[in-house]
């Protein structure tokens, strides 16, 4: 599947169990290109879970995530190739510069020009003074700005993100923000975990809200966010 593209993900009654213990029970969502979604819900409700079986890297006890038309078993590889994932660890090397791991991982996804891609990646994270840095000495905020650059290196469709915002100052949330706004423009398909609903709210086009492992509702457009969580999750309340 060379050049393998997808302009919808779909989850399809995906469960989840861990011996006797369910994670998720027959979740099911929808999400098109060019959409910011959130997996909302409390600690233990399934997100992280969800977010590993839709990176490929665990299987569903039942149920299947397709990237357009294909499974990841039918598209194989070239469905990795279109996915990027930031979660609690970055995946950055702290003795190495800014540059030289964005060089790497350019290399590592076989880009075009990894020189050339990790530049204009280092200006839009606003890192471009220190691209000669080393990590070690970056705040978490710039760090958080470099690994999300280094997920979006090979211009994924898919972007996942695990609670993006935890430990980032105002300043570094803002241009979180503000860079996923860009990746809505670009129509990828953004679908992230969080916590911070302040943050997100006018931000997210579509909120599934996990309890239990199961969909409490699924919320296209996305309005009084708060509130709807604190009904359908905290209260345990039912769509």
């Given at each position: 599947?060379?050049?393998?593209?997808?302009?919808?993900?779909?989850?399809?009654?995906?469960?989840?169990?861990?011996?006797?213990?369910?994670?998720?029970?027959?979740?099911?969502?929808?999400?098109?290109?060019?959409?910011?979604?959130?997996?909302?819900?409390?600690?233990?409700?399934?997100?992280?879970?969800l977010l590993s079986i839709i990176a490929?890297?665990?299987?569903?006890?039942?149920?299947?995530?397709?990237?357009?038309?294909?499974?990841?078993?039918?598209?194989?590889?070239?469905?990795?190739?279109?996915?990027?994932?930031?979660?609690?660890?970055?995946?950055?090397?702290?003795?190495?510069?800014?540059?030289?791991?964005?060089?790497?991982?350019?290399?590592?996804?076989?880009?075009?020009?990894?020189?050339?891609?990790?530049?204009?990646?280092?200006e839009r994270a606003g890192l471009a003074?220190?691209?000669?840095?080393?990590?070690?000495?970056?705040?978490?905020?710039?760090?958080?700005?470099?690994?999300?650059?280094?997920?979006?290196?090979?211009?994924?469709?898919?972007?996942?993100?695990?609670?993006?915002?935890?430990?980032?100052?105002?300043?570094?949330?803002?241009?979180?923000?503000?860079?996923?706004?860009?990746?809505?423009?670009?129509?990828?398909?953004?679908?992230?975990?969080?916590?911070?609903?302040?943050?997100?709210?006018?931000?997210?086009?579509?909120?599934?809200?996990?309890?239990?492992?199961?969909?409490?509702?699924?919320?296209?457009?996305?309005?009084?966010?708060?509130?709807?969580?604190?009904?359908?999750?905290?209260?345990?309340?039912?769509?």
């Amino acid at each position: 599947m060379n050049g393998f593209d997808f302009e919808r993900l779909v989850v399809d009654d995906v469960s989840r169990h861990f011996g006797r213990r369910r994670a998720l029970g027959r979740v099911s969502f929808t999400c098109e290109a060019g959409t910011v979604a959130g997996l909302l819900g409390p600690n233990g409700a399934g997100k992280s879970t969800l977010l590993s079986i839709i990176a490929t890297l665990a299987a569903p006890t039942s149920g299947q995530v397709r990237y357009g038309t294909a499974s990841a078993r039918e598209a194989g590889p070239a469905i990795r190739a279109r996915l990027g994932s930031l979660g609690h660890d970055l995946y950055l090397y702290p003795e190495l510069t800014a540059r030289e791991n964005l060089e790497f991982f350019g290399r590592l996804y076989q880009v075009a020009d990894p020189r050339a891609r990790a530049r204009e990646a280092l200006e839009r994270a606003g890192l471009a003074e220190r691209a000669d840095d080393a990590v070690s000495g970056f705040s978490r905020g710039m760090r958080q700005r470099l690994a999300l650059e280094r997920a979006l290196i090979h211009e994924p469709r898919l972007l996942l993100l695990d609670e993006p915002f935890t430990g980032l100052d105002d300043g570094s949330a803002h241009a979180l923000v503000g860079r996923l706004r860009l990746l809505r423009d670009a129509r990828t398909i953004v679908l992230l975990t969080t916590h911070d609903l302040d943050i997100v709210d006018g931000l997210l086009d579509q909120a599934v809200f996990l309890r239990d492992g199961r969909v409490a509702d699924v919320q296209r457009p996305v309005a009084g966010l708060r509130e709807r969580y604190r009904q359908l999750v905290a209260g345990g309340g039912r769509a």
